[in-house]
């Protein structure tokens, strides 16, 4: 709990406006094609496909904010581009923002740099697991998660979410019978992606029961932490009870402000002997010293960006809600939302509609690309627990939303006549 204008808040008391009128700067077009954009520019399979629509990378097709903009420009009069450290200024930036946003007073002390949140996750991955030792992920998850544990000789297992009434939930009870003598860290995604549920508190501290009955690390990945519904709140991991000694906190302004290329990020870890093995990692790892410009950009977030944040809130909500609506309406049963709480990601269900058809999920994802000429990501990236699932990047203008599920339209038709 903490205080504002004399009034107790709880932890997660922070509620995202509510969409209340027409749209704003965030329908405009950006060109990013040319760019060596990764989203727009990259061709999947080495085939070049005309006017592909890449809905699958998760960053946004908006301009980032005009403070930080602003921020970046000011740094480059200086003529001088050398060395830098996360300073004092910068980190009582993020703990303004946890506190005003999340309710979360986070010591200074607690704080590490890092070039950003994978970059860590792997760090934290070789300092405590062991080679052949075991890293717990909740499937369908974020896919670089098995790939941060595979690269580096550990062994994934997986602890299914499952899906009720069309929302997710941790099976902790599968969690239980999932952990052996060599499990050593659970990797979580809160939010989660690509799902899109924003854990309770109940929800996470059951986890942390069972980190500590098992003397398990949970690092979270809370990348997402900014981009929620309005008719829900971000809990962060190390509020809950007794996590403060086996968890480790990961954020970075990259989704929030849409800075992913501009590499960087902050680990919380409270404990004293987890945050320095981690810092003794993340330094062997040459990743403590931060790019000048991605610090300049991050401060100015943290400081400036606010009211630009709440209002790519509201227009998110809208265009989440608008979303759901348009696939209810186009598709009926074929296609489903599974409820979206956090992120700017719709996890599509199109199970029944292959299932109906008797098409592959392989085919498709081939039907997608080389026929609507519609790029997503394709579920089995996420786990087995993916099949049949496609995600797709609704942080984009609504003109490109709309093309996409005019597409999306195209590639169930061609689906169901071969049915």
């Known amino acids: 709990m903490w205080a504002i204008a004399g009034v107790i808040m709880p932890v997660g008391y922070y509620r995202p406006p509510r969409y209340s009128g027409a749209m704003s700067t965030f329908d405009e077009l950006v060109k990013r094609r ?121 062994t994934v297992v997986e602890n299914p979410l499952r899906e009720v009434d069309g929302r997710y939930e941790m099976d902790l009870a599968h969690l239980r019978s999932a952990i052996t ?24 501290a059951g986890l942390v029961q069972i980190a500590a009955e098992h003397s398990l690390l949970i690092v979270s990945d809370e990348i997402h932490a900014d981009i929620v519904r309005s008719t829900t709140s971000f809990v962060p991991i190390l509020t809950i009870p007794g996590a403060a000694e086996r968890a480790i906190a990961l954020h970075a302004p990259s989704k929030t402000f849409n800075l992913a290329g501009l590499a ?14 981690l810092e003794r990692a993340i330094y062997r790892l040459g990743m403590n010293l931060p790019n000048l410009l991605s610090l300049e950009a991050a401060h ?43 992120t700017y990601l719709a996890w599509l269900d199109l199970r029944d509609l ?10 498709m994802q081939r039907i997608l690309l080389h026929e609507a000429r519609l790029f997503l990501s394709e579920g089995m990236q996420f786990g087995s627990a993916g099949e049949g699932f496609f995600r797709m990047n609704l942080a984009t203008p609504r003109a490109n939303v709309a093309d996409g599920l005019d597409r999306l339209e195209r590639a169930v038709r061609i689906a169901k006549d071969r049915g």
């Open 300 to 342: 100015a977030a943290y400081r400036e960006c606010a009211p630009w944040v709440d209002q790519l809130l509201i227009y998110l909500d809208a265009q989440i809600e608008w979303c759901k609506e348009e696939v209810r309406a186009r598709f009926g049963d074929a296609v489903r939302v599974p409820a979206i709480e956090g």
């Open 264 to 277: 960087s990020g902050t680990a919380v870890a409270p404990d004293s002997e987890l945050r320095s093995r």
């Open 354 to 363: 292959l299932a109906s058809a008797a098409v592959s999920h392989k085919e």
């Open 181 to 204: 003598d060599r499990t050593r860290m659970i990797l979580l995604c809160s939010p989660h992606n690509p799902v899109g549920r924003v854990w309770t508190h109940d929800e996470l």
């Open 34 to 154: 040319g760019t060596d954009c990764y989203k727009w520019d990259f061709q999947p399979g080495n085939h070049h496909i005309d006017d592909l629509l890449p809905m699958w990378v998760a960053d946004m097709d908006f301009p980032s904010p005009p403070e930080i903009l602003n921020a970046i420009r000011r740094r480059t009069e200086h003529p001088v581009f050398g060395y830098t450290f996360a300073g004092e200024s910068y980190k009582e930036s993020f703990t303004a923002w946890q506190r005003t946003r999340n309710g979360w007073d986070v010591e200074i002390e607690d704080l590490l740099f890092a070039s950003g949140v994978m970059p860590a996750v792997r760090a934290a991955i070789l300092e405590f697991a062991e080679p052949g030792e075991e890293v717990i992920i909740q499937t369908p998850v974020y896919f670089p998660f098995s790939g941060a544990i595979k690269d580096n000789g550990r």
